[in-house]
């Protein structure tokens, strides 16, 4: 049996390059710049805590200066709203507006997510484990957030409420309730579960 070869580093980084280079390569669609769709796609997939401009800008590993630019043209544009925190006056929430959900349903990373989608489950699985994987060595490297989603992060609990309410989960870091359909959100204050995420939520108050 032929012993299989093994694939370095560089063939696996020029793959993921040129699988980037495959989903922006469109240049402009609908009017629209590859930086302006990866926005949209982010407001799309941010949990309330992590639409803002910073948080964009550490997720897409850019300037704030230039985040604020991109963010502002689709505001002009009509697809993202500020909207000013009820809290802290000097910070705002970034928000799709209904143009912006119509227009996503014609996403040209469409084409990828096909190519993804066209894996068998256990593959697609395997793959995204390892793309992550990757990307929480680069973000170690250069000393940034991570990202990712609540249904995997340490910070996860089962609220006290029960499976009944609205809000059955809850993150410990921020002690804010969690909806169900925000735990597969991503967050800017991910951090990887060990273990299970889902765990019992005490009602002591918590500190960040």
């Given at each position: 049996?032929?012993?299989?070869?093994e694939?370095?580093?560089?063939a696996?980084?020029?793959?993921?390059?040129?699988?980037?280079?495959?989903?922006?390569?469109?240049?402009?669609v609908e009017?629209?710049?590859?930086?302006?769709?990866m926005?949209?796609?982010?407001?799309?997939?941010?949990?309330r805590?992590?639409?803002?401009?910073?948080?964009?800008?550490?997720?897409?590993?850019?300037?704030?200066?230039?985040?604020?630019?991109?963010?502002?043209?689709?505001?002009?544009?009509?697809?993202?709203?500020?909207?000013?925190?009820?809290?802290?006056?000097?910070?705002?929430?970034?928000?799709?507006?209904?143009?912006?959900k119509?227009?996503?349903?014609?996403?040209?990373?469409?084409?990828?997510?096909?190519?993804?989608?066209?894996?068998?489950?256990?593959?697609?699985?395997?793959?995204?484990?390892?793309?992550?994987?990757?990307?929480?060595?680069?973000?170690?490297?250069?000393?940034?957030?991570?990202?990712?989603?609540?249904?995997?992060?340490t910070?996860?609990?089962?609220?006290?409420?029960?499976?009944?309410h609205?809000c059955?989960?809850?993150?410990?870091?921020?002690?804010?309730?969690l909806a169900?359909?925000?735990?597969?959100?991503i967050c800017?204050?991910?951090?990887?579960a060990?273990?299970?995420?889902?765990?019992?939520f005490?009602?002591?108050?918590?500190?960040?």
């Open positions: 049996m032929a012993q299989q070869r694939i370095g580093g560089r696996a980084a020029d793959l993921v390059l040129r699988l980037s280079r495959a989903a922006l390569g469109e240049g402009f009017a629209l710049t590859s930086a302006q769709w926005a949209l796609r982010y407001f799309s997939r941010a949990n805590f992590s639409r803002t401009v910073s948080a964009f800008a550490e997720f897409h590993a850019t300037t704030r200066g230039t985040a604020s630019q991109t963010v502002k043209g689709l505001i002009e544009q009509g697809y993202l709203a500020r909207i000013p925190s009820e809290t802290d006056g000097r910070s705002a929430r970034v928000d799709l507006t209904d143009s912006a119509a227009i996503l349903a014609r996403d040209p990373l469409r084409v990828l997510v096909d190519a993804a989608e066209a894996l068998p489950g256990r593959l697609r699985g395997q793959l995204v484990k390892l793309l992550e994987r990757m990307l929480g060595h680069v973000a170690r490297q250069r000393s940034r957030p991570s990202f990712g989603i609540c249904a995997s992060c910070h996860l609990r089962s609220h006290e409420r029960g499976r009944s609205p059955r989960y809850q993150c410990s870091l921020l002690n804010e309730p169900a359909e925000e735990i597969e959100q800017i204050s991910f951090e990887p060990r273990t299970s995420a889902l765990q019992p005490s009602a002591r108050k918590l500190t960040r």
